[in-house]
């Protein structure tokens, strides 16, 4: 099985409202990804989580928060954002964060900030 | 200049058509490569991992030219289901930060 499960499928929100994305996988991964796409172009990276620590953050706004509960979940906390935030977000894991593992991409959350 | 460069087409091919993508990178010190097919608002799906010997799985084939530093994908007997976003994607050295080239886009035509 390799799943990665994402909730909600499509969110819209306000700029003064904060929710949070959820990211979910039972594939016993140890590294957890957030991605951000826009339309017609390639993913980008926001974070990378190994062994539930932050260990990479992409220049990324402080309305983006991330967070890794356990091993199985990571959330994206989002607050205060900007209608340029609007986009596909993408979580992915892999088995440990090493150049050579493949990672695996679940369906994404399309967020619209109005 | 860009980690991974491919031409975004738009490649439009008949059923049946043989079609090749290529991607060039930058790093020499990359260690791995993929495909990645993204069909319209889903997400990257694994189509196959490139090894420097060659690898193929059914109709697609993928290689990987180390010393050119460029990637090939072909796709023989195209079906209609093949219509998609192709992205070249290489690990960068040393740990898992993916790069993504901008997407070949093909439609295969009836």
């Known amino acids: 099985d390799t799943e990665v499960t994402q909730t909600p499928k499509h969110l819209v929100m306000g700029m003064t409202n904060k929710k949070s994305l959820k990211c979910e996988q039972h594939m016993g991964h140890r590294a957890m990804y957030w991605y951000k796409q826009k339309a017609k172009k390639p993913p980008e990276l926001m974070f990378v989580?190994?062994?539930?620590?932050?260990?990479i953050n992409e220049s990324v706004p402080s309305r983006f928060s991330p967070e890794c509960p356990n091993s199985s979940l990571l959330n994206l906390h989002l607050h205060a954002l900007q209608p340029e935030d609007s986009a596909l977000y993408l979580c992915a894991s892999s088995q440990v964060m090493t150049s050579t593992d493949t990672q695996y991409f679940g369906p994404g959350t399309r967020l619209t900030v109005l | 200049r860009k980690e991974v460069e491919q031409d975004p087409g738009p490649f439009n091919v008949p059923e049946g058509a043989t079609v090749a993508f290529n991607c060039t990178y930058s790093n020499s010190a990359s260690q791995s490569f993929f495909w990645y097919r993204q069909d319209c608002r889903k997400e990257p799906k694994l189509l196959m991992s490139?090894?420097?010997s060659g690898n193929e799985d059914g109709r697609f084939t993928a290689q990987l030219n180390r010393a050119s530093q460029y990637i090939s994908l072909l796709i023989r007997d195209s079906k209609l289901s093949d219509s998609a976003t192709y992205l070249c994607v290489v690990n960068g050295a040393g740990a898992n930060n993916l790069f993504f080239g901008t997407g070949t886009r093909l439609t295969v035509i009836p």
């Open positions: 989580y190994s062994y539930e620590k932050l260990s």
């Open positions: 490139v090894y420097s």
